[in-house]
């Protein structure tokens, strides 16, 4: 079993919809959860990190760690087809040096 | 410039062939780190160090070693490529960034074919 499970997709939505992209995990040492974004042809980016349970929002990026049910969610409000990209979540635990990813989903977003 | 600088951008080679990949860094971090990409099944660390002296295996260290050659230069090499190791290659490193979460920082990939 992967540490970190994660839909691959594809997923399209129309602009402006809601997007809902998940991930869970198996590692119980897990601290840091993080989402990163990556574009066609580019590096991963980070774009959201929560530390242990909770939720964390920027913009019209929410990002939410349910460490009872090991659930890890990223929800874009009023996408655009800018974010059409790779989304990757990952986790790391506290003092630990290697980043464990997801096998990331392809989002599409139609204008 | 980038901050995280790989080449060869592409590369196709041949079964048996030594290929090395190289990474620079202007971002000052000790730590770096290669990941390989394929479709599905996301990234998967191959081997990272903490410095010049301390290197270590990731997860898929198999077929493939290191060079820590100074704090801002990490290469990948395949001694004999085979065809399975056909992937996107990146290359990152660990800092604190501006969200101060221990957050990587990666090249824009190198793209190897083994035929």
């Known amino acids: 079993q992967k540490e970190v499970e994660q839909d691959p997709g594809p997923l399209s939505v129309p602009e402006g919809a809601i997007v809902s992209l998940n991930c869970t995990y198996s590692?119980?040492?897990?601290?840091?959860f993080m989402w990163y974004r990556q574009y066609s042809r580019k590096g991963p980016e980070l774009l959201m990190y929560?530390?242990?349970?909770g939720n964390k929002e920027d913009g019209r990026f929410t990002a939410q760690v349910d460490k009872s049910s090991k659930y890890i969610s990223l929800f874009i409000r009023d996408s655009q087809p800018s974010d059409s990209a790779t989304y990757l979540c990952?986790?790391?635990?506290?003092?630990?040096?290697?980043?464990?990813f997801g096998a990331g989903t392809r989002l599409f977003v139609k204008a | 410039d980038a901050d995280v600088t790989q080449t060869p951008r592409n590369r196709i080679t041949k079964t048996g062939k030594r290929i090395m990949l190289e990474c620079s860094q202007t971002?000052?971090?000790?730590?770096m780190y290669w990941y390989r990409q394929d479709p599905g099944l996301g990234l998967r660390l191959i081997y990272y160090?903490?410095?010049?002296?301390?290197?270590n295996k990731g997860e898929i260290s198999d077929g493939y070693s290191v060079s820590r050659q100074a704090q801002a230069k990490f290469s990948l090499s395949l001694e004999s490529a085979i065809p399975n190791q056909t992937a996107l290659y990146f290359c990152?490193?660990?800092?604190?960034?501006?969200?101060?979460?221990?957050?990587?920082?990666f090249g824009e990939g190198s793209r190897l074919t083994v035929l």
């Open positions: 990952a986790g790391r635990h506290t003092g630990g040096f290697k980043t464990i």
């Open positions: 590692n119980s040492a897990f601290q840091y």
């Open positions: 929560t530390y242990s349970s």
């Open positions: 971002k000052g971090h000790d730590r």
């Open positions: 160090s903490f410095d010049v002296k301390d290197i």
């Open positions: 990152a490193t660990l800092g604190q960034g501006a969200k101060n979460t221990g957050e990587l920082f």
